[in-house]
């Protein structure tokens, strides 16, 4: 009778074939096939895999009276063994006849009751091996709108982390697991809001930055370049657009505008009332002028009738040396309205004529 190790022991005679008979009795054959884990007893002796042979006599056993015997002639199986030997990722779990295995338990022997194809037992000889998941932390500071492209995903201000995964990256067919986190520059340049003056008006320029930059470049040149000679004051003529990039130590570029808008408002001022016999400087008649204006090219005055009773060139603004003092012809002239006119020059080389009319009176 065919018995695992493990059950009970039973004896039982399996008679398979029967040799000739002689004198003292039948010789009988027992010859089967066993899987390595069974047993057979015989006439209460234990036949396995390492005593697979023997003689059993019987006494009496015979119908002659005389003595039997059982030759013993058993084959056994050497269990199926098969050998599980593979890779392991990260924190994967590989179940093996209801067991599971990972990355802290990777070597055992699993038994399939029944598994192999003749009916016994296979054994599966588990070796495995723990491949982690490497991880690789990319942490930078980038510049301001920089951004880098990773496994085909844009990682930048609006994106700046996240975990990026290449399957079978690694030498052991595990898969690859990228780390990203990023940070940006918080350096920032300011040159302020864009203005809007009057020609010859004065600005200064003060460019306000939360880090000391390696370098200053304007699109525009200014008297300095470094930070120690601001701010600047200046006039300016013209309509300008002033450009600063500065560079920080990372190499990082920050940049700015400042847009200075010049208009040419009314830059003079002329007297609606003039009496040569009030004290000097008001006993002329003279035009002032904003610092836009450099020079009168022509000045003239004629009256009511339209008669030339004054002309002068290249005057001065602000010089009442060089304005009227009433005399028209070597007398004073009489007391009524009179009418300038002059052509002006602005600091940017163009000119414009301005006109009007005074009150002279006595």
């Not at 192999?116 to 723990?130: E, H, K, R, V, Y």
């Not at 980038?142 to 994106?159: E, H, W």
């Not at 002032?288 to 290249?314: C, H, P, Y």
Request: with cysteine; hydrophobic share 45%; proline share 6%.
């Amino acid at each position: 009778m065919r018995q695992n190790l493990a059950h009970c022991f039973f004896t039982f005679f399996i008679l398979l074939s029967v040799g000739s008979s002689q004198a003292f009795g039948q010789v009988y054959f027992l010859r089967d096939t066993f899987c390595s884990n069974q047993i057979l007893i015989v006439n209460n002796h234990l036949y396995s895999i390492d005593n697979p042979t023997g003689t059993e006599i019987l006494p009496g056993a015979a119908v002659n009276g005389a003595d039997s015997i059982i030759e013993v002639r058993l084959v056994f199986f050497q269990p199926a063994v098969v050998l599980l030997d593979q890779v392991l990722c990260g924190a994967d779990t590989l179940w093996v006849n209801n067991v599971p295995y990972h990355a802290g338990f990777t070597i055992g022997q699993e038994v399939i009751e029944g598994g192999a194809a003749n009916g016994c037992d296979s054994i599966i000889q588990i070796q495995l091996t723990a491949g982690l998941a490497p991880q690789v932390d990319i942490v930078d500071t980038l510049c301001p709108g920089a951004f880098i492209t990773v496994n085909g995903r844009r990682y930048d201000q609006d994106n700046p982390s996240g975990f990026e995964i290449f399957p079978g990256a690694t030498a052991l067919g595990c898969d690859s697991v990228l780390h990203i986190d990023l940070f940006f520059s918080d350096h920032t340049l300011s040159l302020g809001e864009d203005l809007t003056i009057e020609s010859g008006d004065t600005v200064c320029i003060a460019p306000a930055l939360n880090f000391i930059p390696s370098s200053l470049v304007w699109s525009t040149p200014l008297p300095c370049n470094t930070l120690d000679c601001f701010p600047v004051c200046q006039p300016f003529n013209s309509s300008t657009n002033l450009g600063l990039m500065a560079i920080d130590s990372a190499g990082c570029v920050f940049d700015d505008n400042l847009v200075i808008t010049v208009v040419k408002a009314t830059p003079i001022y002329a007297p609606t009332v003039f009496s040569p016999n009030a004290g000097f400087p008001n006993n002329r008649f003279f035009i002032s002028a904003k610092d836009g204006i450099t020079v009168f090219k022509t000045f003239q005055i004629t009256n009511r009738w339209g008669e030339l009773v004054f002309r002068q060139e290249n005057l001065m603004p602000d010089n009442p040396a060089q304005g009227w003092d009433g005399i028209w012809n070597g007398k004073q002239a009489p007391p009524g309205v009179y009418v300038f006119w002059t052509e002006a020059t602005w600091a940017d080389g163009t000119s414009e004529v301005f006109s009007g009319s005074f009150m002279l009176f006595r």
